[in-house]
C-alpha cells in the first residue's frame, strides 16, 4: 500500500474574484438594474480593488465591500439593499471561506426605463 504525505499549503483569492463574486450576485438580486458607475470623485476612482461598480477591502481574512447600484423604480429600495447584502455575504462566505465584515450599498440610481 502506497503512502502518500499531505502538504499543506496555502490558497490565495485575488480581489478581482472576490469582485465578481460581488458583481454577479448583485445582478441576479430582483430589483437591481445594473451597476453604477461608482463614485465620482478622483480619490475614490484612483482605489485599489475597484472595479463595475464594487469596491473590495480584505483586513486580516474578513472582507468589506461597498456596492454601487442602480436599482428599478418599483421596488422596495431598502428590502432591495438588505436582500444584496445578505446575499453577497452569503456567497462570499460560502464560496471563498471568509469572512464578511460589511456590505455597504449605494444606490447611485433609480432605473426608470422598465
Do not use: W
Request: hydrophobic content about 35%; proline content about 3%; cysteine-free.
Amino acid at each position: 500500500m502506497k503512502e502518500y504525505s499531505e502538504t499543506q499549503g496555502r490558497t490565495t483569492i485575488d480581489p478581482g474574484v472576490l469582485i465578481k463574486i460581488a458583481k454577479l450576485t448583485s445582478l441576479g438580486v430582483p430589483g437591481v438594474s445594473k451597476m453604477a458607475s461608482g463614485p465620482h470623485h478622483v480619490e475614490s476612482l484612483l482605489r485599489k480593488n475597484y472595479s463595475d461598480g464594487v469596491h473590495i477591502d480584505v483586513e486580516n481574512n474578513t472582507v468589506y465591500a461597498d456596492l454601487y447600484l442602480v436599482l428599478n423604480n418599483d421596488v422596495d429600495l431598502y428590502a432591495t439593499s438588505k436582500t444584496v447584502q445578505e446575499k453577497v455575504s452569503r456567497a462570499i462566505t460560502e464560496m471563498v471561506g471568509m469572512d464578511v465584515g460589511k456590505i455597504n450599498i449605494h444606490i447611485e440610481d433609480i432605473d426608470y426605463t422598465k
